[in-house]
């Protein structure tokens, strides 16, 4: 606006420069449409956003405790919604189209965490709700405007959670199938964990080496296995042999001891060179079980406790 030289008053009334008055003033109002947006357009977004935030109520979410898991939820949901409120302090909360456009990144992103553990196995859900926090932090911790590396920080910290996500995921896996003194395993987990759980600032490089850790992982433990349901089967069932028989190498490979079932040789796996087997009756020490073919707790030739391999509907006997 042009202003009084003298006392720097702004000048909107004069005859001789109202023309140039209106033209300026004219210039300003634009300029303050684009930066504070339309407010029509304004309250609309204000109104959905309000509406996308009330399916994230805390008492929506008792089934996954996370609240109970991680009580900042609570502290960044109190914030984002008195951000959106009509009237603050008894004064109008009037929001720009910069204002909601931060405010829908946030709420956004807020509810892609809850879905990734909406999503999860339960047996993970704990551990994951824990690690809420640090996403939270992201969130909970802007204000108004958000420049675009602020943006890319909160998207990749999603990124890190649902990587989390998966890892915990694969570690369930490994506990259910007992692979968790394979060595490739092992390292692979630690080194992923390692990048996930550190305090630093997550990167888009990062994030390819934990892909890459993951995808081993879960090669890995398809790596006994890699077969469908109905083929596993199919292929127990041509065997013929009872539960317990049933073995894997130290790189999880399946292989069958037949007759008693107690290792009596030495051999060779055909998938990896690893020696497989064993001498009277014992098996190597590197060699485990392969529950994940028949469901058996126990080896066949075992003490007699695991006689609970056996079902009644297995026993024959001779006329």
């Given at each position: 606006?042009?202003?009084?030289?003298?006392?720097?008053?702004?000048?909107?009334?004069?005859?001789?420069?109202?023309?140039?008055?209106?033209?300026?003033?004219?210039d300003v109002c634009k300029v303050k449409a684009k930066v504070f947006g339309d407010m029509k357009d304004i309250e609309a977004s204000r109104g959905?956003?309000?509406?996308?935030?009330?399916?994230?109520?805390?008492?929506?979410?008792?089934?996954?405790?996370?609240?109970?898991?991680?009580?900042?939820?609570?502290?960044?949901?109190?914030?984002?919604?008195?951000?959106?409120?009509?009237?603050?302090?008894?004064?109008?909360?009037?929001?720009?189209?910069?204002?909601?456009?931060?405010?829908?990144?946030?709420?956004?992103?807020?509810?892609?965490?809850?879905?990734?553990?909406?999503?999860?196995?339960?047996?993970?859900?704990?551990?994951?709700?824990?690690?809420?926090?640090?996403?939270?932090?992201?969130?909970?911790?802007?204000?108004?405007?958000?420049?675009?590396?602020?943006?890319?920080?909160?998207?990749?910290?999603?990124?890190?959670?649902?990587?989390?996500?998966?890892?915990?995921?694969?570690?369930?896996?490994?506990?259910?199938?007992?692979?968790?003194?394979?060595?490739?395993?092992?390292?692979?987990?630690?080194?992923?964990?390692?990048?996930?759980?550190?305090?630093?600032?997550?990167?888009?490089?990062?994030?390819?080496?934990?892909?890459?850790?993951?995808?081993?992982?879960?090669?890995?433990?398809?790596?006994?296995?890699?077969?469908?349901?109905?083929?596993?089967?199919?292929?127990?069932?041509?065997?013929?042999?009872?539960?317990?028989?049933?073995?894997?190498?130290?790189?999880?490979?399946?292989?069958?001891?037949?007759?008693?079932?107690?290792?009596?040789?030495?051999?060779?796996?055909?998938?990896?060179?690893?020696?497989?087997?064993?001498?009277?009756?014992?098996?190597?020490?590197?060699?485990?079980?392969?529950?994940?073919?028949?469901?058996?707790?126990?080896?066949?030739?075992?003490?007699?406790?695991?006689?609970?391999?056996?079902?009644?509907?297995?026993?024959?006997?001779?006329?």
């Amino acid at each position: 606006m042009k202003v009084c030289p003298f006392c720097k008053t702004p000048i909107t009334k004069t005859q001789r420069y109202t023309n140039l008055i209106k033209a300026v003033y004219q210039d300003v109002c634009k300029v303050k449409a684009k930066v504070f947006g339309d407010m029509k357009d304004i309250e609309a977004s204000r109104g959905h956003l309000q509406q996308q935030l009330a399916n994230l109520r805390p008492e929506l979410l008792v089934r996954y405790g996370i609240v109970k898991d991680c009580p900042m939820y609570l502290e960044v949901y109190n914030k984002l919604t008195n951000d959106l409120q009509p009237v603050r302090r008894n004064r109008r909360n009037i929001l720009s189209i910069v204002d909601t456009s931060s405010l829908k990144i946030q709420i956004d992103i807020l509810t892609e965490l809850l879905e990734e553990v909406k999503k999860a196995n339960p047996n993970i859900i704990s551990k994951l709700n824990s690690r809420l926090q640090v996403p939270l932090t992201a969130i909970g911790r802007r204000q108004g405007k958000m420049t675009n590396q602020e943006v890319e920080d909160i998207n990749l910290e999603l990124l890190r959670f649902q990587r989390l996500s998966q890892l915990l995921t694969l570690d369930d896996m490994i506990i259910v199938k007992g692979r968790a003194n394979d060595s490739s395993i092992k390292n692979n987990y630690i080194s992923a964990q390692k990048i996930l759980y550190s305090v630093r600032k997550y990167s888009r490089e990062q994030d390819g080496d934990v892909k890459t850790l993951l995808e081993n992982l879960n090669k890995s433990l398809k790596g006994g296995l890699n077969i469908s349901e109905k083929e596993r089967k199919e292929i127990v069932s041509a065997i013929g042999v009872t539960p317990g028989h049933w073995f894997k190498c130290p790189n999880g490979h399946i292989y069958v001891i037949t007759e008693c079932g107690g290792a009596m040789e030495k051999g060779t796996c055909n998938e990896c060179g690893e020696t497989i087997g064993g001498q009277q009756h014992t098996l190597l020490e590197t060699n485990r079980l392969a529950s994940e073919m028949d469901g058996s707790r126990f080896a066949a030739w075992s003490n007699d406790q695991n006689m609970a391999n056996y079902d009644l509907r297995h026993l024959q006997f001779d006329d």
